[in-house]
T-cell receptor
Framework: NAGVTQTPKFQVLKTGQSMTLQCAQD?????MSWYRQDPGMGLRLIHY???????DQGEVPNGYNVSRSTTEDFPLRLLSAAPSQTSVYFC????????????FGPGTRLLVL | AQTVTQSQPEMSVQEAETVTLSCTYD???????LFWYKQPPSRQMILVIR??????QNATENRFSVNFQKAAKSFSLKISDSQLGDTAMYFC??????????FGQGTILTVHP
């Protein structure tokens, strides 16, 4: 089992560019989520999905889109990158939505110039 | 909305000694889960311990234990026999019965030889 994988590990973007952060898990988990980590603020939930075809917004969804076409994959799209989106992004998954321990990927560090 | 507060931005401890990290939370939920995650310099989020709110018994995992005070909405982490490998950022997190983690700001713990 690879667990939760994320690509790329590091990315530099210019303001206005778009990109997709990839997340995949091989544990057959139904629940997947995206967080961003900023200094002094802990991790904040961006979007989450309770299963293929179902997504919902978290605490800080603006500027990000997600889709869930398969159980394994949950990509995060930045349509027009802004410097405020400079952050470390974590993908997480768990077997179900209810009270389950979430397993985190290694993170993607994004720098928007 | 739930909030999680970690009032200690940084802590330090000598190797083999005991240290306690504080966490308080605010919620109107009665059924929820609490977690402590460790984030070493590698940035990987690692689950340290979890506590179910309906259980009165405090959770323990080897050298890690919690002091869960539901009425006071307090959830502290005690690390006994501290080791150099315990040096990391520690996050307290709250999850209501419907999932979605809310994180505290984090506490940087440094273990000195």
């Amino acid at each position: 089992n690879a667990g939760v994988t994320q690509t790329p590990k590091f990315q530099v973007l210019k303001t206005g560019q778009s990109m997709t952060l990839q997340c995949a898990q091989d544990m057959n988990h139904e629940y997947m989520s995206w967080y961003r980590q900023d200094p002094g603020m802990g991790l904040r939930l961006i979007h989450y999905s309770v299963g293929a075809g179902i997504t919902d917004q978290g605490e800080v969804p603006n500027g990000y889109n997600v889709s869930r076409s398969t159980t394994e994959d949950f990509p995060l799209r930045l349509l027009s990158a802004a410097p405020s989106q400079t952050s470390v992004y974590f993908c997480a998954s768990s077997y179900s939505l209810n009270q389950e321990t979430q397993y985190f990927g290694p993170g993607t560090r994004l720098l928007v110039l | 909305a739930q909030t999680v507060t970690q009032s200690q931005p940084e802590m330090s401890v000598q190797e083999a000694e005991t240290v306690t990290l504080s966490c308080t939370y605010d919620t109107s939920e009665n059924n929820y889960y609490l977690f402590w995650y460790k984030q070493p310099p590698s940035r990987q989020m690692i689950l340290v311990i979890r506590q179910e709110a309906y259980k009165q018994q405090n959770a323990t995992e080897n050298r890690f234990s919690v002091n869960f005070q539901k009425a006071a909405k307090s959830f502290s982490l005690k690390i006994s026999d501290s080791q150099l490998g315990d040096t990391a950022m520690y996050f307290c997190a709250f999850s209501p019965s419907y999932g979605k983690l809310t994180f505290g700001q984090g506490t940087i713990l440094t273990v000195h030889p």
